[in-house]
């Protein structure tokens, strides 16, 4: 188990913390939780503001396939897929890629080329036996769930891929990126410092690797 870092290549922004302070409410958070067209395509205040493919996971495919030692016809599980971005990027490097996602409006708009390859589903129960896949990615979705299914959710990305997971969660180091944290995220039920993490990670005998993303 590491810490890893294979989202290097991903553009930074900025988020805009004090405006999403100052414009979260008891209903942005719920409508945001339902995972739907505002969420993915509405006004930033409930999400992403406009959920659209622009080539950005294609070097973070390569980094994953290059991080397992992945090979054409390997089969990955990306936990959390949205419109299946990164699936259909690994699809295009001759990665035999799935996905599941809680979403119906995202697999309702999903990229045409990962058709039939995403289905609806949670993290704390995926339907796949024990070592069906050659990697398993969890990238900013586990910490949606309670502690409790974030737990479950680690075994069963480890039981699918020992030793072949890769999990990124959001985390912050100080007190007020705490707190900052806390007045901008929508979504997230469990989230803590990395040693909280890691302590989860240990309690769930995960023996993959893992990030942060720091606010």
């Not at 913390?17 to 339902?34: D, F, L, M, N």
């Not at 990962?114 to 990697?135: C, T, W, Y």
Request: hydrophobic content about 40%; overall charge negative; glycine content about 8%.
């Amino acid at each position: 188990m590491a810490e890893v870092n294979l989202l290097k290549s991903l553009p930074t922004g900025k988020r805009n913390v004090k405006a999403r302070e100052q414009a979260k409410t008891a209903e942005h958070i719920r409508i945001s939780k339902e995972y739907g067209m505002e969420y993915f395509d509405g006004s930033r205040e409930y999400g992403y503001g406009g959920y659209y493919y622009d080539g950005r996971w294609v070097p973070v495919a390569k980094d994953i396939i290059k991080h397992f030692g992945l090979k054409s016809g390997d089969k990955v599980l990306d936990v959390g897929c949205a419109k299946g971005f990164l699936v259909k990027d690994l699809l295009a490097e001759g990665i035999e890629a799935f996905g599941i996602d809680i979403s119906e409006y995202a697999l309702m708009n999903c990229e045409p080329e990962v058709i039939g390859r995403l289905q609806i589903g949670s993290a704390e129960k995926l339907p796949f036996p024990d070592n069906s896949f050659d990697a398993v990615l969890a990238i900013n979705s586990i910490h949606n769930l309670p502690k409790n299914l974030c737990l479950e959710a680690v075994r069963e990305i480890e039981r699918l891929a020992p030793n072949k997971g890769f999990i990124q969660v959001d985390s912050y180091l100080t007190k007020n990126d705490k707190r900052l944290f806390e007045s901008w995220v929508l979504t997230a039920l469990f989230h803590g410092y990395p040693d909280e993490w890691i302590r989860l990670f240990e309690q769930a005998e995960y023996t993959g690797d893992w990030n942060w993303t720091i606010l």
